[in-house]
């Protein structure tokens, strides 16, 4: 599948000089001239990586880092001028993964964003857990059930994590409660068993990983 990048530069030439090639290199390429039209492109499509400068009009290259640091840890690598070691070290603490200081290499700044995309795919895997196409992936927070991704809510999400991460292991629903909700939360019990049943109606055909364990809990046990 083609990588997605977003290219963010105000100055049109050297835009159009690292979209070719990208282009060349067979990604599929966004553009914008200022982070607001960024920060909309960011929100309606699917972005692997983006190329941000630092220094531009609407709204700054940190200021849309900030914002998609809110929500997105995908990678961004910031273009700087030699002159610019304070906001460089400004976008290393907001969550900036690398920069490149113009004028650069095209060629050195595909070779950087192959080797950052690279990396960020062998982080996901690693950090995935398949119980029998059931596939937990912790660094993105993404379940998939034979590749087809579940919608699941927070806790949902946070439930199923806690059971896997204690696989076979009996769990009382009061060690649950406190557990996923925390030791503060004053609802009732039975939010653990409104929980699980919608888990279990989300998992479809591996709803039966989530076994009950009669007068105690439940624990999660592949068969």
Known sequence: MKK????????????????DYFLKEGFTIYEAENGEAALNIFKENKIDL????IMMPVMDGLTLLEKIRE?????????????????????????????????????VLVAKVKAL???????????????????????SREVKINDIPLSLSP???????????N?????????????VWGIDYYGDIRTVDTNVKRL?????????????????GYKFEVH
């Open 4 to 19: 997605s990048i977003l290219i963010v530069e105000d100055e049109f030439r050297i835009r159009f000089l690292i979209r």
């Open 50 to 53: 983006i190329i941000l400068d």
């Open 71 to 107: 929500v997105s840890t995908l990678p961004v690598i910031l273009l700087t001028a030699k002159d610019q070691e304070e906001d460089k070290l400004q976008g290393y603490d907001i969550g900036a993964d690398d920069y490149v200081t113009k004028p650069f290499s095209p060629k």
């Open 117 to 139: 995309l690279k990396r960020t795919r062998e982080d996901i895997d690693s950090s995935s857990q398949d119980y029998n196409g059931l596939v937990i992936n912790k660094l």
């Open 155 to 165: 806790k949902e999400y946070e439930l199923l994590v806690y059971l896997t991460d």
């Open 167 to 179: 696989e076979s292991i009996a769990l009382s629903r009061d060690h649950i409660l406190d557990s």
């Open 200 to 216: 279990r109606e989300k998992l479809g055909d591996k709803s039966n990983y989530i076994v009950t364990v009669r007068g105690s």
